[in-house]
């Protein structure tokens, strides 16, 4: 026992694998190895420590069934559901609103409402607008030709009208405004102040 001598080894090396083919494939190292010992070669002097270094080349088959380098995607199917929704109506620009100041007539001769929709294509119901903008106020239909105006509020009082107005835009209606009848006709459109 007195000729076994053991050190520790620090190694150092480069290697590299290649492809060569779908069952072959080549490696190159390059190792180069310090023992902290002079006792390597049994000799003492020189260096204080012993080192060696090599080269080696490694050719691998592969004899195995060779499977596709490609993975075939699978194929999953599951049911898509889509919850409904309702259209948002979306007023089109139907006819241009005029918007003309009040007449010189006493304001005591017209009344107010508040539209808020008007659609030529689309039908929607007052109970329809009313609960999907949560509007607390009755909501009404006035039908002129293909045309369908929706409106809430009856007023004698202009800044009545108005407040409502506001509450409306509030709502996210934010093309309503203020329309004056007077002797229960139409008579003109009031712009926000």
């Known amino acids: 026992m007195n000729n076994f001598n ?10 590299i694998s290649l492809r060569a083919g779908n069952r072959v494939n080549v490696g190159l190292e390059y190792t180069w190895r310090t023992v902290l010992s002079d006792k390597l070669d049994q000799t003492s002097g020189g260096f204080r420590y012993d080192s060696y270094n090599y080269l080696a080349l490694g050719i691998s088959i592969n004899l195995g069934k060779i499977e596709s380098s490609s993975p075939k995607p699978k194929s999953y199917s599951y049911p898509v559901t889509v919850p409904p929704s309702q259209p948002i109506p979306v007023p089109p620009p139907a006819e241009p609103i005029k918007y003309e100041p009040a007449p010189a007539a006493q304001p005591e001769d017209f009344t107010y409402a508040v539209q808020i929709f008007a659609f ?15 509007i607390k106020q009755a909501v009404r239909m006035e039908k002129s030709g293909k045309m ?9 009082n202009l800044d009545k009208a108005t407040e409502l107005m506001t509450q409306m835009i509030g709502h996210g209606i934010h093309d309503a405004f203020v329309v004056a009848y007077k002797n229960g006709l139409r008579d003109h459109a009031i712009k926000a102040r």
């Open 148 to 156: 369908e105006r929706f409106l809430v509020g009856s007023f004698n």
């Open 6 to 15: 053991w050190a520790p080894v620090v190694p150092v090396g480069l290697g």
């Open 120 to 134: 030529d294509r689309h039908t929607y119901s007052t109970l329809w607008i009313k609960k999907h903008y949560k």
